[in-house]
């Protein structure tokens, strides 16, 4: 079935600063979502992979690309977004028109 709501998946790879382990990445995680993403409105869910290479990837669904500009816009303000970002060796490498991408058909 083909869905009318084209929501917006955002792709954000990046690799651990040097020093930061798996359980400090997954306790920033943690309050990453609670404290910021589910607050923030278009936010449908997240998913954080682990990609062969040893890098991490944050896999973020969206209503609209407009929720993803709204937050990206609010994060810099948010204690436990800047505490995640600091945790990434690449937090100001990423080029958000490359992450971003609009689901043109969904199947479930």
């Known amino acids: 079935m083909e869905h009318k709501n084209h929501h917006t998946i955002e792709f954000a790879p990046f690799t651990l600063a040097e020093g930061v382990d798996e359980a400090s990445l997954l306790a920033a995680a943690d309050d990453l979502q609670k404290e910021f993403l589910s607050q923030q409105k278009g936010f449908l869910k997240r998913d954080l992979a682990r990609l062969a290479d040893g890098r991490w990837a944050d896999v973020i669904y969206w209503e609209s690309r407009e929720s ?23 937090a100001g490498e990423v080029d958000v028109a490359n992450t971003l991408m609009s689901v043109a058909r969904s199947y479930s």
Do not use: I, K, S
Not at 68 to 90: G, H, I, K, S, W
């Open 68 to 90: 993803v500009e709204q937050a990206m816009q609010t994060a810099p303000q948010n204690p436990a977004a800047l505490r995640y970002f600091q945790l990434m060796a690449d």
